[in-house]
Structures are given as C-alpha cells and as structure tokens.
C-alpha cells in the first residue's frame, strides 16, 4: 500500500503544478506583434553588429598570428613610405609651382626697372635740353 500512497501524492503534485502553471501563464502580459516585430529586430540588428565586431577582431588576430607583429609593422611602413612618397611628390609639385610664379614675378620685375631705366634717360635728356635752352 505505501506504493499506492506514493503514486497518488504525485498525480496530485503534478496536477497542482499545471493549475499553477496555468495560472501564472494567464498572469503573463504578452507583447503586441508590433513590440514583438520592433524587439525582434532589434535582436537581429545587435547580433549583427556582434557579428561584424567579431569577425574584424578575428582578422586581426589571425594576421597578427600569421605575419607576427615584426611583419605587421614592415606592412605598416611599406604603406607609410608610400604616403610619404606622395607627400613628397605634392610638395615638390607645389615647389615647382612656386618658382614658376617666381620667375614670372622675376621677369615683371625686370620689365619694370627697365621701363623705368628708361624713364628716367629720357628725364635726364630733358633736362639736358632745358639748361641748353637756359644757357642761351
């Protein structure tokens, strides 16, 4: 009999734990399929993110475990000599540039002081002329 006993107890476990199952479901607030589509993306868009984040990270390791940091380096100045390389070669073009308005300004300068060369031979003549006149 104490089997029996037993067998009963737990039939009248199990059904007093579905009532309450039951009852703590109908105290439950579900969402609305809208909160559920709008939480339901925003899962997806953050595993996504996560994704993404680990997978850089993977990369970076892995390259870093590949070409070991002394390669990573040479890889980092190979591009560093290349980007200087072409700071370089804007500067010089910017040089270049330069000495070109430098000349220009060179040759106006010399156009100028030969105008006024001339300029002042002519002045000079005519005040020749005028005490010629005035010493007559």
Request: hydrophobic share 35%; glycine share 2%.
């Amino acid at each position: 009999m104490p089997k029996e006993v037993n067998g009963n107890k737990q039939s009248k476990e199990k059904k007093h734990f579905m009532k309450d199952f039951k009852a703590e479901l109908k105290k439950v607030t579900w969402p609305t399929p809208k909160q559920l589509a709008n939480n339901t993306l925003a899962v997806i868009v953050i595993v996504i993110i996560t994704a993404i984040i680990v997978a850089v990270l993977d990369l970076t390791f892995r390259s870093i475990d590949t070409y070991g940091i002394e390669g990573i380096k040479s890889l980092v100045d190979k591009q560093n000599e290349v980007t200087a390389n072409e700071i370089d070669a804007n500067i010089i073009d910017e040089n270049s540039i330069d000495e070109n308005a430098v000349d220009n300004s060179t040759e106006n300068e010399t156009a100028d002081n030969q105008e006024d060369a001339a300029d002042e031979e002519q002045n000079s003549e005519e005040k020749q002329e005028d005490t010629k006149t005035e010493n007559e």
